[in-house]
């Protein structure tokens, strides 16, 4: 955990000084995507100013700065980027990468879709592919219509779309149309 391990201790105290928008969501990367990479990896996490004092070569050691962390959560929680994207951003700055994060962002093309047209676009696509789900979507009682919603939303998050299209607006808007074409039968 973060107070048993004094490295994680200085970063997430460190990460304070740059006002993350949630503290819960810095405290989740350092422990569920830090740790799954020093876990895959084999590698020990040292904060960026107990690097020189290190006992481990630099092979061994990895590191992040806490304004990276903070910009990264940020962007996140800004619904800028998905968890996805996060995930890559960290592990590239755990591999050393020098670039910022809005750099890799934008190399790295992660930034979420908003256009609402390209969504709706993606909406109707899907509409159209699983029609007869709608048909079943439309048709069923009130409390069923969650159960014949979930194949749409499968076939939605199985298409490559999915990855860069923010999902929250996508759901919006799909439930738009579905409400729109239940109130036209």
Known sequence: TIVDNPHYYTLFMECV???PLDFKSVANIMVLIIQEYLLEYEKIFVSEHDIKSSDHSVDEIVTISAKD???????????????????ILIRSKLDGDTRTIIELVDEKDLRLIVDRKYIQEFVDDILKSQSSQVDKYLTAKPKRKARQ???????????PRAENVDMVIFNDILMQKLDSISKKD
């Open 17 to 19: 000084e740059y006002k």
């Open 69 to 87: 962390l903070v910009e990264a959560s940020n962007l996140r929680m800004e619904r800028l980027i998905n968890h996805t994207a996060l995930r």
């Open 149 to 159: 919603l979930v194949p749409i939303r499968l076939a939605a998050n199985e298409d």
